[in-house]
């Protein structure tokens, strides 16, 4: 099946699995919650829309930085006037200058990821039209996490999985480094490095009532062409706009 491929890339991203509470932590690459709720939000699909027709989506995640974890300390509802403060276990709610939650919100800084999405053709098409002029404000994992551009690299690969062996990578690689990055994939492959139950399908995104199962995905290290690699900065944008031009 066809499909299409993005680049993720922003300054902070977070891609939460377990998140709930006081900590929320983040996967150390997107998850396919994450990347559905990115497709609904640029669709204009409502909270408790169905997700049924992103169920054919195959995703693969090429990391090509892994990014730095970090904590942000992060705090809400200071200030708040007494009929809106948090509520205690009595029943009652606490004072209007001791309303404050606490919480510690993990992120990825300056991590990027190239993603292969395979799938229903009609599928595909109406994800892309979306994503270059979407409905809802577009980020990555959180709304304090907005893109770099450009999001959308090919729209209309007839192999995206192969593709992920063209697309450029916005590294440096050191003289005497091997030019190998992660690949993981859905399910299960032959000689996989590692294979990972995570709970992160998305069965319904509405308020209060969230559901997800799980899926497996593989881990595979695999090599690519050295010229690939071309950093950071002019020389990697220029390379990246090429490919883009070779593919429209």
């Not at 999405?117 to 980020?139: F, M, N, Q, R």
């Not at 999985?161 to 299960?188: D, H, N, S, T, W």
């Not at 998305?202 to 062409?225: C, G």
Request: proline share 8%; glycine share 6%; aromatic share 6%.
């Amino acid at each position: 099946m066809s499909g299409f491929l993005l680049r993720l890339s922003a300054p902070m991203q977070s891609w939460g699995e377990h998140s709930a509470f006081n900590r929320r932590e983040t996967q150390r690459f997107p998850t396919r919650s994450g990347l559905i709720g990115l497709f609904a939000n640029a669709l204009g699909r409502p909270r408790s829309a169905p997700l049924d027709e992103f169920t054919s989506l195959s995703i693969t995640v090429r990391i090509d930085r892994p990014g730095v974890s970090m904590m942000d300390f992060h705090t809400v509802g200071g200030g708040l006037p007494a009929k809106k403060a948090l509520p205690t276990a009595e029943g009652k709610r606490r004072g209007e200058n001791a309303s404050t939650l606490v919480s510690n919100r993990y992120y990825l800084a300056d991590a990027a990821f190239t993603i292969a999405v395979t799938g229903p053709a009609d599928t595909c098409t109406s994800i892309t039209e979306a994503l270059k002029a979407p409905h809802w404000p577009l980020y990555l994992g959180r709304r304090s996490c907005p893109p770099d551009q450009p999001l959308l690299l090919h729209a209309n690969a007839s192999d995206p999985v192969a593709e992920l062996q063209r697309v450029p990578v916005p590294a440096r690689l050191p003289e005497k480094a091997e030019p190998i990055l992660e690949f993981l994939y859905e399910g299960r492959i032959p000689g996989a490095a590692a294979i990972t139950e995570l709970d992160d399908v998305p069965v319904s995104f509405t308020s209060r009532a969230r559901k997800h199962t799980t899926r497996q995905i593989s881990s595979s290290r695999e090599t690519l062409p050295r010229a690939l690699w071309t950093g950071r900065g002019r020389t990697h944008l220029l390379a990246l706009s090429d490919y883009i031009k070779a593919a429209t």
